[in-house]
Every structure is written in C-alpha cells, then in structure tokens.
C-alpha cells in the first residue's frame, strides 16, 4: 500500500452520491418556510416603482402589491416583512406618520390579510422613514438619542401595526430596551399571545445598507447610526443585546447583514437554540449578488450563500431574491 493512502482517512466514500450528500448537509436545505420576502409599500395606492439600486425590486402601492403576491404565494411564499415609505405626508421629530391614518402600512395590512389569509406579514418597526432628521429615534434637543421618548414611540408604533393586523413586529431601531416595551404593549391589550416579536438584535452599523436608504429615503439627515447600531467587530456586543432581548421576551431573533457576520449567527444560534434565527441578507449583498454572473452562475451563488447561512444556524433568511428563490424550489420540486 502507498505510503500515503491510509483506509481510514478515505472520506470520499462518503458523500459519493446525492443521498449521501444530503445526509452530510443536515439543516441547510432552503423551503418556502425559510425565506422571507421584504416588499417596500408606497403611499400611492396605485403606484409602482423600480428601484434603480436593486435589479429587479419594485417599490408598490397596496394595489400593486396585492396580485404581485398573489403570484408569489401561489408559488409558495409564506412570509413577508413591509416597509413603508412616505412621499407625500410630512415628515416630523416624532415619526408622527409612522402610525397615523393615512400610514401606507397601517392602511395596507388590512387589505393583504384579507387577500391573503395565510400569509405571515411581519412590519419592519422604525422610525427613519417617517422622522425628519432620518434617524431611527426620537432626538433630544442636542441632537442625541432620547432613550425613554424613543422605546416609547416604538412601542406604541408596534402596537398599532399589531392592532391593523400584523403576525409579526420586527423593531429594528436598535433603541435598548424597546423589547419589553413592545411585548407589555402587546400583552396590556390581549395581544401578547397572537402577536410575534421578532428583535433585529444583532443589527451592525453597516456600510451594505445603502441601495435600502436610497429606496426608502430613509437616510439620516446629520450624522450615523453607529451610537445605536453595533460596531461591526462587536461580537460581544451582539451577544448581549441578543441575551437581553431573550430576556426581554423577544419570540425570534435576528442578525444583520448576513454573509460577512455569519460567525454571529453561529454565536447567536449556539447560545440561544430555542429562538429561531433570521438572518436578513441585505440591499447591498443583494446589489453584490445580482452583479455576480450571468443567470445560471447568480442562482447557484444565491443557493450556496442560502445554504451557508442556514449551516452557520439560521432558520429564516431575509431575502429580495425570494420570487427567485420560489422558482427555484418549484422547479427543484418539479423533477
Ligand atoms: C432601518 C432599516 C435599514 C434596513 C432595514 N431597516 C437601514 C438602516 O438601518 O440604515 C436595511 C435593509 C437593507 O439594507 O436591505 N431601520
Ligand atoms: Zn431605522
């Protein structure tokens, strides 16, 4: 025998055929339960809008949105998160606009869990789209965050979507403590056990947000995040905000962006095993990826990262790939 062949370090024989490949890939298969879809809503009922950043994304008022779903969810999609954004109505310190009336999701929510009873939406929580000064807070007089003023209106924003028909509320602030501000509001109200509270706990002050500020006009006026969202070498950070959200009573947790912070899904996961992880692959992954190749060598790249991401420990990832990702499966399904 060579002096370099042993037997027993021979592990080709072990994933020489599909099915023992997929035993060898436990909990990285991608199903419709394991993508979410972020859709951006426009006050304008009827409008749609490409986003120039982001191939392929569109920008809908409710009345486009609505038979762009209901393709999607013949499809199979199970998910989705909402953002609004405002053109029209003004922008004010508080966010007034966040929750009122006239809101593009408050109106909306209705609508799609009418259309579409089995769907699970969950509503992004921030108040950047509707504040003046962009920021994801409400601001003292000098400009820095006001803790109480800010979990406050969070918390009464969350209620809101909650009571218009929300699955989920998915605050991503950034503000401390907005966790249990959010689930005492929705317990006060009877809504503690219909509604889900998903905590972007482990959000980065990333520079892979910027073809989303552009599309929400969300951007700050003044100023970054990097006082409320982590510092992206922080992982004892992420950490702790994750174990105090789980202590706060968050139902599922998140970290954001995905690919470079896979390692914090790892640590999130491990240290919390009972929570259901997402994972929100961003604006700019998504520019990053749509730019990789041509059709065939973009979808395999998606697939590989998707896979990645659910090996590293999440159960649900946050895509603008997710139409793309249904066909896939659907025709996966097909064969
Ligand atoms: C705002 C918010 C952002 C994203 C989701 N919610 C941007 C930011 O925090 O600056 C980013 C999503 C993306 O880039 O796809 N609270
Ligand atoms: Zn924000």
Sequence with gaps: MSLY????????????????????????????????????????????????????????????????????????????????????????????????????????????KAAFPG?????????????????CGVLQPTGVIDHAASVKRIAEVALSYAMSGADIVAPSDMMDNRIKAIKEALFSTNLGNKVSVLSYSCK?????????????????????RKCYQLPPGAAGLAARAAARDVAEGADLLMVKPGLPYLDIVRQTKDLHPHHPLFVYQVSGEYAMISRSGDNNEMETTLMEMLLCMRRAGADCIITYFAPLVLDIISKRTAH
């Design 119 to 135: 769907l699970v939406v969950a509503c992004d929580v921030c108040l950047c789209p509707y504040t003046s000064h962009g920021h």
């Design 5 to 112: 062949l042993k037997p027993e370090h021979v592990l080709q024989g072990g994933y020489c055929n599909a099915t023992l490949r997929k035993l060898q890939e436990p909990n990285t298969s991608i199903q419709t339960h394991n993508v979410m879809y972020p859709v951006f809503l426009l006050e304008n009922d009827d409008a749609i809008q490409p986003v120039s950043s982001m191939p392929n994304v569109y920008r809908y008022g409710v009345n486009q949105l609505i038979p762009a779903l209901a393709d999607l969810v013949k499809k199979g999609l199970e998910s989705i998160l909402v953002f609004g954004i405002i053109e029209t109505l003004p922008k004010d310190a508080n966010g007034s606009h966040a929750d009122s009336d006239s809101n593009p999701v408050m109106r909306a929510l209705p609508k799609l």
């Design 204 to 224: 980065f002050a990333s520079s892979m947000y910027g073809p989303f500020r552009e599309t929400m006009k969300s951007a700050p006026l003044a100023g970054d």
